[in-house]
């Protein structure tokens, strides 16, 4: 009998013994199979999470910022206990026990699973488990992927410490909001450093991992609060809070940035604007985009806050003036539906239009609540209503619009208006509310350093919000006479002098097209002309038998090393600026002009840090001799050895900044710039007046405007570059010199002065004076030669009549004084380009 007992007892002990052998041995099989292949954990030791790359100005204050997904990495000694406390209560109790899976919690969830047949199936994924799903598998639910994640924390266990795999874990984390990590979520909901937060709000963070989008702070505030308190109740049972704390803790209301209890972190930032995108763009094509956006880069930006403010207002304030001459209304062409009319704030916090304008004081959105006899009711986005200032718009300051005012209105229409007030910068006594609208036309503003072409400021159109295109650097436009320098230009270099006489009369050329016919914009001939008097009247007839006489291979070569264009085409329009280009080009080599001849490479960028702190770029490449020594006199400053390329002789710059000074003194911008230093510049307007211009310089700093429509139509009889763009140049400039100021510019050493008269281009004594008067300066050693005159090899003079046949010729006046016989006054050809002035 006690055989038979000994005998069944084996047995069954050996059936146990088998089967437990034969259950490891299948586990055993099972990880076995599943662990190879798994990726390398071993990687996470040198990674490096996508965080964010923010832009800053000269002085160090923050301007933008720009993540694929929003995170601040903070490493582990730095991440407060707290935090760690609250996450590890909510997520993994046992984080800083298990070996990297919790076997107790896995078999809690199987039960729990099998109890509810299915129904109720959480995750009891540790810490170190989820680091795994999140950087190595994926996030499905399948057993696989639960086995192999098992497999890889037992290895990341072995292969960091505890505190590396939070930091990977903290700074990883999706918690909403696009919000990675915790340092980020921590300025999302509560606009505060880690360091900061309070018990709950650290529960409130570690309440998210699980699901941000069931937990918004707004629309699922009730969860999210029972969810809160749930982890504060853990932390304390953890030891981690008192009681007392907790009790504390748990009675604090839900507070967060969504549900407007915090200003949030974004308010102190600027809008984006035209400035900080382009770097956007162009580091985005240096380091490639996946660098610039998740790589951490630290951006010094050149621009000059303040400047850009007063550009922005410049060139906006000349597109509205010319858009309300024009007396249409457009509006936003937006509209909110009646039925939304009693709730129209909600619904207009919806209307994508522009929030970014603060043209004289803030540009607000607003909703037509009623068309009355005497006036419009609004309603104003982020204003109360006041009874001493109703939000309504009088008809009287409507009245600049043509037609019947208020059949440009309807309930629901959003519109813009701002604050009028008696003072500027809405500082003054409250008038009313005016009503405003982003203009059709558009251009672009630049100003930049001519020495070291860092971009000071740059306007790419009315409003970023309202168009992101920027006109500053992506439109190719017709710069007209704004081209006529580099012309001018090659010709200098050519042995031309500003006294050099140049036939001002009728030209027709034979082109494929047809024939071509430039002319003057005043529809009149001059008849021989000095150089100067050609490009401060800006003669359109002077300059194409110029560039005829020098070569449009010349000309295009002189483009091409200013870097306005890669290629011009060498066709005699070109010479009048008919090919396209950007003002970004244009300004960056008027520059060239302004210092002398030296190349300068513009810039909106000082200094580019990687995520540790290293330059990776630096734009100012010039060697400062004495920076490093101490001893260096108090009474001088440190010496800056430029290496830069010259583009052109100094005597060719300075003569033709000495002629374009004369544009403005007296040319056609003598009636919209006047500094009180000198400058110089020259305007520009093309074919119908499509497109106007103005680029102009001072000793220290460079601007350039443009104005016309997205598409090119006329803007107008009567619209030039110096009437449109002049004043914004002024306006700006007017500031820019106070604060950067400005001299005389630079005489090169090989100048020799003769005193001319900038009419005939003859040579006039040492003590001569007048208005007619201009001191020239020639090149110092070579004899200049006086009274030849070039006509570009064009017919002339007696053969008018060959270019015109049939129609009477015509007696004018020369720069002389005396009477000439001209054929008859050129009208414009049958081409598209040319005719530009």
Not at 798 to 811: C, D, L, M, T, V
Request: aromatic share 10%; net charge negative.
């Amino acid at each position: 009998m006690l055989r038979f007992i000994l005998s069944f007892f084996g047995g069954i002990f050996t059936v146990v013994t088998m089967g437990a052998a034969a259950i490891a041995l299948s586990i055993g099989a099972v990880f076995w199979v599943y662990g190879r292949d798994l990726p390398s954990h071993e990687s996470l030791a040198q990674y490096k999470p996508p965080t964010i790359s923010r832009i800053y100005s000269g002085e160090g204050r923050m301007i933008d910022e720009f993540a694929q997904e929003r995170r601040l990495f903070t490493p582990a000694e730095e991440i407060p206990d707290l935090i760690k406390q609250a996450f590890i209560s909510a997520e993994d109790k046992n984080f800083y026990d298990h070996a990297g899976y919790d076997a107790r919690g896995i078999i809690a969830a199987g039960v729990e699973a099998v109890q509810s047949r299915g129904q109720n199936v959480r995750g009891a994924s540790t810490i170190t488990q989820q680091v795994m799903k999140n950087f190595l598998l994926s996030g499905d639910r399948r057993i696989e992927r639960k086995i192999k994640e098992i497999i890889l924390a037992t290895r990341l266990e072995e292969t960091l410490d505890k505190e590396r795999i939070l930091e990977l874990y903290m700074n990883e984390i999706f918690l909403g909001q696009n919000s990675y990590g915790v340092t980020a979520a921590a300025q999302t909901y509560f606009n505060k450093t880690l360091g900061q937060l309070a018990p709950h709000e650290a529960a409130f963070l570690a309440s998210l991992p699980k699901a941000p989008s069931d937990f918004h702070p707004v629309r699922r505030k009730e969860r999210l609060l029972e969810r809160r308190n749930f982890v504060l109740k853990e932390m304390m049972e953890n030891g981690y809070i008192t009681e007392a704390v907790y009790r504390d803790e748990v009675a604090q209301p839900l507070r967060s940035v969504q549900n407007g209890d915090f200003e949030s972190f974004k308010t102190a930032l600027p809008p984006r604007d035209y400035f900080t995108d382009e770097i956007r763009r162009q580091l985005s094509e240096d380091f490639g985009e996946g660098e610039f956006f998740s790589g951490g880069l630290t951006v010094r930006a050149t621009i000059d806050p303040e400047m850009q403010v007063i550009a922005a207002h410049a060139l906006q304030r000349q597109l509205e003036l010319y858009d309300r001459g024009l007396g249409t209304w457009r509006g936003t062409g937006k509209s909110i539906d009646a039925a939304e009319i009693d709730n129209w704030r909600e619904a207009l916090a919806d209307v994508r239009v522009a929030r970014d304008v603060t043209l004289e004081s803030p540009w607000y959105p607003a909703v037509v609540l009623a068309v009355e006899d005497q006036q419009l009711r609004i309603g104003i986005e982020g204003v109360a209503e006041d009874e001493n200032a109703p939000h309504v718009v009088p008809r009287q300051d409507i009245e600049w619009l043509r037609g019947n005012f208020f059949d440009n209105f309807e309930v629901g229409d959003v519109v813009h208006v701002r604050r009028m007030t008696e003072g500027d910068n809405g500082a003054g006594a409250f008038i009313r509310w005016t009503l405003r609208q982003v203009p059709e036309v558009q251009g672009g503003f630049m100003a930049m350093d001519v020495n070291t072409g860092r971009v000071l400021a740059m306007q790419g159109g009315f409003s970023y919000q309202n168009s992101v295109f920027n006109r500053a650097t992506q439109a190719q436009r017709q710069p007209g006479s704004s081209f006529k320098p580099f012309v001018y230009a090659s010709a200098l270099d050519s042995g031309y002098t500003p006294a050099t006489i140049i036939v001002d009369a009728p030209i027709e050329i034979d082109t494929p097209q047809g024939v071509w016919r430039p002319k003057n914009a005043s529809n009149q001939f001059y008849g021989p002309t000095p150089l100067r008097t050609g490009i401060e009247r800006s003669r359109n007839l002077m300059t194409v038998r110029l560039a005829q006489e020098v070569g449009m291979d010349v000309v295009g070569s002189y483009a091409e090393r200013f870097g306005v264009y890669d290629r011009l085409s060498p066709v005699l329009a070109n010479a009048l600026g008919s090919q396209e280009s950007t003002l970004f080009k244009m300004v960056a080599a008027y520059a060239m002009f302004a210092n002398g001849g030296e190349r300068v490479e513009p810039t909106l960028v000082d200094r580019v840090q990687d995520r540790y702190g290293k330059t990776v770029y630096r734009h100012d490449a010039r060697d400062c001799v004495d920076c490093d020594d101490p001893s260096i006199a108090g009474s001088r400053g440190p010496r800056i050895v430029s290496n830069r390329e010259r583009v052109m002789d100094p005597v060719t710059a300075y003569q033709l900044t000495s002629m374009m000074q004369g544009v403005v003194e007296r040319g056609t911008a003598s009636n919209y710039v006047n500094l009180p230093v000198p400058t110089a510049g020259k305007t520009g307007t093309t074919n119908d007046a499509k497109d106007v211009w103005f680029v102009g310089f001072t000793s220290n700093v460079v601007a350039g405007c443009y104005i016309g429509y997205d598409q090119p139509r006329s803007l107008g009889r009567g619209a030039s570059g110096g009437g449109f763009c002049g004043p914004v140049f002024q306006r700006f400039m007017s500031e820019a010199v106070e604060k950067y100021g400005g001299g005389k510019f630079r005489v090169p050493e090989a100048c020799q002065f003769i005193n001319i008269d900038r009419f005939t281009g003859a040579r006039l004594g040492d003590g001569a004076s007048g208005a007619n008067v201009v001191t020239e300066c020639f090149r110092e050693g070579e004899e200049p030669i006086f009274g030849i005159t070039f006509d570009g090899g064009f017919a002339m003079g007696s053969n008018f009549e060959q270019i015109a046949p049939g129609n009477s010729s015509k007696q004018v006046t020369t720069s002389t004084g005396k009477k000439a016989v001209v054929g008859p006054k050129a009208s414009f050809g049958t081409l598209s380009s040319g005719g530009l002035y």
